[in-house]
């Protein structure tokens, strides 16, 4: 149990165009979701924390204007990145933490989503 | 504020044994320990939770130190499938956002 997709799991664009990255838990509900941002060799840094049907909270330096977040219901958040420029190209990871039937401790995350922006 | 991890990289034989170290400046409520492979999402290995606790599977042990803000990682007898980064995520007592930060990670590399 507690399993958590993304997709998709590889995307390559053109600079200026807008990508969208899906995160489901499949299993457990989801009552709030995260997105990371990892570049190689770095650490995960947090982008956003969204809970289900409210405005998400952006980490300092991050544009919310840039990167949308939908939290729509409780399996599936959206991550938007708007006009995307090289300087974005990363691995973006969504991870779920959840309520009932699953450690509402644990954060569960999906497989990531390597993102090159041409 | 960002825990630090020691050390930043090591190397092991198979069989041998490493410590990961955790640290943080805030009381913390919560670490949770991750691996991840090259090109991979982190895979979870364990959560410790303010009170002081210690848990392990298989051959992977971590305790955590609520007093010095501290968690170790103890991988025992390592095997080849142990090479990886090792992450630990860190919850802040009180914060309320069940938000994660992680340190810089440990890249572990494990040879025959």
């Known amino acids: 149990g507690a399993v958590v997709s993304q997709h998709p799991s590889r995307v390559i664009c053109k600079s200026g165009t807008s990508v969208k990255i899906e995160c489901r838990s499949l299993?457990?509900?989801?009552?709030?979701m995260f997105w990371y941002r990892q570049f190689p060799k770095q650490s995960l840094m947090l982008m956003a924390t969204s809970n289900e049907g409210s405005k998400a909270t952006y980490e300092q330096g991050v544009e919310k204007d840039k990167f949308l977040i939908n939290h729509a219901s409780l399996t599936l958040s959206t991550l938007t990145v708007t006009s995307a420029h090289p300087e974005d190209s990363s691995f973006y990871i969504c991870s779920a933490r959840g309520a009932a039937g699953v450690n509402w401790n644990e954060q569960f995350f999906g497989p990531g989503t390597r993102l090159t922006v041409l | 504020q960002q825990p630090v991890q020691s050390p930043q990289a090591v190397i092991l034989r198979e069989g041998e044994d490493a410590v990961i170290n955790c640290s943080s400046s805030k009381a913390l409520y919560s670490v949770h320990w991750y691996r991840q492979k090259h090109g991979e999402a982190p895979v979870f290995l364990m959560i410790l939770l303010k009170g002081g606790e210690q848990k392990g599977h298989d051959k992977i042990s971590a305790s955590f130190n609520e007093k010095k803000q501290q968690s170790s990682l103890y991988l025992t007898a390592s095997q080849l499938s142990y090479s990886g980064t090792y992450f630990c995520?860190?919850?802040?007592?009180?914060?309320?956002?069940?938000?994660?930060?992680f340190g810089k990670g440990t890249k572990l590399s494990v040879i025959p």
């Open positions: 995520g860190t919850e802040i007592t009180g914060a309320g956002s069940y938000q994660l930060t």
């Open positions: 299993d457990f509900q989801a009552t709030t």
